[in-house]
């Protein structure tokens, strides 16, 4: 009798820690609060005081490396394998595709529909008093999944809704963009296009002044626009622990143009990584001065290992109050230098406070998935099937996707572009391949002498002789 009842209990220790983990995963947030009492320093104030630091903040960022640096001797192509296979989300997105079959659904579709569905991004009140109309603008946006998820979202939430969207990105059919710039996926685009905004100079750059101008002339005339999101980011493959340095002044252009195109009530999203240093610390004060509320969200579709968190800046007071100070975010827009927005006196020690909770937070979580990863990573057998306890956990967490951020099929009449499967058509853009050698073998490649680095090109052509002659047998030499 006393091994019956201890194997039930067993069962149910079990189910009560893998169900905590599964919520666990649906809890990484941070609020903001008594942001109503912070005031915007002087702007004479602004822009003084070379770069200052936060010690905790430093010291939660040199932990967070050190963590992520016990990747450097990682192949890229094996440990994407590794942590896509063991990714606890990656059940979502084709459980979404087969139950609902969306417009152009990826994981940055899933991510969107689980913000809007958990925030109130979307602000109802506001378009109701505006007599039903609403426009979103879409920063950074290619391939323009969140603007297909807006789409399904509104047609299935608010279907009375008179909604408009424009969207700006680097221009995939502008020859003096870089390849290494850009969203290597044009299928949306290219059925869209007289949505899409690329500036005065044609190419998409939202980091030059003339096309913010422009941008903001074009938003003028678009009127209602309760909606911004800015999805940017930069390649930092090169030194991914300076990431947030590298990415702080696009990030600091979103915010500027969001807020010179926002309407009074309207909402903001901001994807961000970490909050470590002055720009990006300075950025969120001046948003939690600027919105009545600020919420930090890691989505559960958004892969754990990463940095990658969204801001959701609710209830924008207006340009009117941010007035004074447009003038000398407009002579720093575009620049790239060690200067800080605000001087760190002027900040209240209780938002500072608040910013190494949530670095901390967000850090502690990045590093327990990332040495789980390690402990559970074997390179000869990565094709090795999940534990039960895996797939029971990726199952539970794909039933509680769908239970608290609530689908409909859409019908493809109601998609932005009709019947066409986005999907299903072939992508005729350029392919931008990801690197399949650690990191630590990219940084030596880097100092080696041209003469060795083209006897590696060398080394690896050879190795491609087999596959190359087998590839000329049968498919060429055979119709010959």
Not at 123 to 132: C, H, R
Not at 200 to 225: H, P, Q, V
Not at 355 to 377: D, G, H, P, R, T
Request: hydrophobic share 40%; net charge neutral; glycine share 4%.
């Amino acid at each position: 009798m006393p091994k019956y009842k201890t194997t039930f209990y067993n069962q149910d220790q079990d189910s009560t820690r893998i169900n905590a983990i599964v919520n666990g995963i649906f809890e990484k947030s941070f609020t903001i609060s008594d942001n109503e009492t912070y005031n915007i320093p002087n702007p004479q104030s602004m822009f003084k005081d070379y770069g200052w630091n936060v010690e905790k903040l430093q010291q939660i960022k040199l932990e967070l490396n050190e963590t992520k640096s016990k990747l450097n001797c990682y192949n890229f192509a094996q440990w994407h394998q590794h942590t896509s296979q063991r990714n606890k989300a990656k059940d979502i997105e084709w459980r979404v595709r087969r139950d609902f079959d969306p417009e152009f659904v990826t994981q940055a579709w899933c991510k969107f529909h689980e913000i809007v569905s958990k925030y109130p991004l979307v602000p109802k009140e506001v378009i109701f008093d505006n007599n039903n109309v609403f426009t979103s603008l879409h920063l950074c946006e290619a391939p323009g999944a969140f603007i297909t998820c807006l789409n399904n979202w509104l047609k299935t939430n608010l279907p009375s809704v008179f909604w408009n969207w424009l969207a700006m990105t680097f221009n995939p059919y502008y020859e003096g963009n870089s390849n290494n710039t850009m969203i290597s996926d044009d299928r949306f685009i290219m059925h869209t296009l007289q949505n899409w905004y690329f500036g005065s100079d044609n190419t998409g750059n939202l980091m030059s002044l003339e096309n913010l101008d422009a941008l903001i002339a074009r938003a003028k005339s678009m009127e209602n626009i309760f909606l911004i999101t800015a999805d940017g980011s930069v390649n930092c493959s090169i030194n991914p622990g300076e990431q947030e340095g590298i990415v702080a002044s696009l990030h600091f252009c979103e915010v500027v143009a969001a807020i010179n195109i926002l309407q009074t009530g309207g909402n903001f999203l901001l994807k961000i990584f970490t909050i470590f240093e002055h720009q990006s610390i300075c950025l969120i004060y001046l948003l939690s001065c600027i919105f009545k509320k600020i919420h930090f969200y890691k989505p559960v579709t958004s892969k754990e290992g990463n940095s990658e968190i969204y801001v959701i800046c609710l209830n924008y007071k207006g340009i009117d109050f941010i007035l004074p100070y447009l003038p000398i975010l407009r002579e720093q827009y575009g620049k790239s230098n060690s200067i800080a927005m605000f001087k760190k006196n002027d900040l209240p020690k209780s938002f500072i406070e608040q910013i190494i909770n949530c670095a901390q937070m967000f850090k502690n979580y990045q590093c327990e998935v990332i040495e789980s990863n390690i402990a559970a990573y074997h390179p000869n057998n990565l094709n090795s099937s999940l534990s039960i306890e895996d797939k029971k956990i990726a199952k539970l967490v794909s039933d509680k996707f769908i239970t608290n951020f609530p689908l409909q099929r859409l019908h493809n009449d109601l998609h932005i572009v009709g019947n066409i499967r986005l999907k299903r058509m072939k992508n005729n853009h350029w392919v931008v391949e990801a690197p399949t050698e650690s990191y630590n073998e990219i940084q030596k490649m880097q100092i080696l002498e041209p003469m060795e680095r083209l006897m590696l090109h060398v080394k690896h052509f050879k190795s491609l002789e087999p596959a190359i002659k087998t590839f000329y047998f049968k498919h060429i030499h055979l119709k010959a």
